[in-house]
């Protein structure tokens, strides 16, 4: 079945930075786009960014972008969120999604707290 597996959640400093990464399985990995959101405390859920299956092209909220950059392995079937300048706006449950324009589920989430 599909998994959608989310790590490097944590406490980060304001201005500092994060390396979000989603394990994926079940699935021909490759051949989907893949996305973030994100929900912060009391609000629904926010798209953050999302790539194509070829890595051709990458696509950013207007409130991330310049700051958090999306990639993804195929031959690891892995798709990375890194969060860099940090502030304590961002913080929120993170979750990864297959696909990039619908968006066929989304994994357990990684917490993200900015605080200092």
């Known amino acids: 079945q599909v998994q959608l597996v989310e790590s490097g959640g944590g406490l980060a400093q304001p201005g500092g930075s994060l390396r979000l990464s989603c394990a994926a399985s079940g699935f021909t990995f490759s051949s989907y786009g893949m996305s973030w959101a994100r929900q912060a405390p009391g609000k629904g859920l926010e798209w953050v960014s999302s790539?194509?299956?070829?890595?051709?092209?990458?696509y950013y909220a207007d409130s991330v972008e310049g700051r958090f950059t999306i990639s993804r392995d195929n031959a690891k079937n892995t798709v990375y969120l890194q969060m860099n300048s940090l502030n304590p706006e961002n913080t929120a449950l993170y979750y990864c999604g297959r696909g990039r324009v619908t968006i066929m589920g989304w994994g357990q989430g990684t917490q993200v707290t900015v605080s200092s």
């Open positions: 790539i194509d299956n070829d890595v051709s092209v990458k």
